[in-house]
């Protein structure tokens, strides 16, 4: 079992900076791979960013490519996601999830975390 727990949330205005962190609990952190969703109010959930359990690969949502990094920390079981640039069309909940398999659109996600609310005002 394996629970996530996102901080860093809150309100930025339009071209601010904000950085997400998911802390896992568990002694097998190493073991998933791990990502960040969002969804934003009547929107389906997407797909933000990815990194893989060993950190050497990261894939990242056209939309964010350029303006948000994906980065893990074993040591301290942490996943973290730097968002810079951001736009108002970026507002929404944002979960971080964990995977045995590659995290990837339509791929099943083991854990999700209860989510963090960004809001970019314009």
């Known amino acids: 079992q394996v629970q996530l727990v996102e901080s860093g949330g809150g309100l930025v205005q339009d071209g601010g900076s904000l950085r997400l962190s998911c802390a896992a609990s568990g002694r097998t952190f190493s073991t998933y791979n791990m990502g960040w969703f969002r969804q934003a109010p009547g929107k389906e959930r997407e797909f933000v960013a990815a990194?893989?359990?060993?950190?050497?690969?990261?894939d990242y949502a056209d939309s964010v490519k350029g303006r948000f990094t994906i980065s893990r920390d074993s040591a301290k079981s942490t996943v973290d996601l730097q968002m810079n640039s951001l736009k108002p069309e970026d507002t929404a909940v944002y979960y971080c999830a964990a995977a045995l398999n590659p995290v990837l659109p339509g791929r099943p996600i083991r854990y999700w975390g209860q989510g963090t609310q960004i809001t970019v005002s314009s």
């Open positions: 990194i893989t359990r060993s950190g050497s690969n990261t």
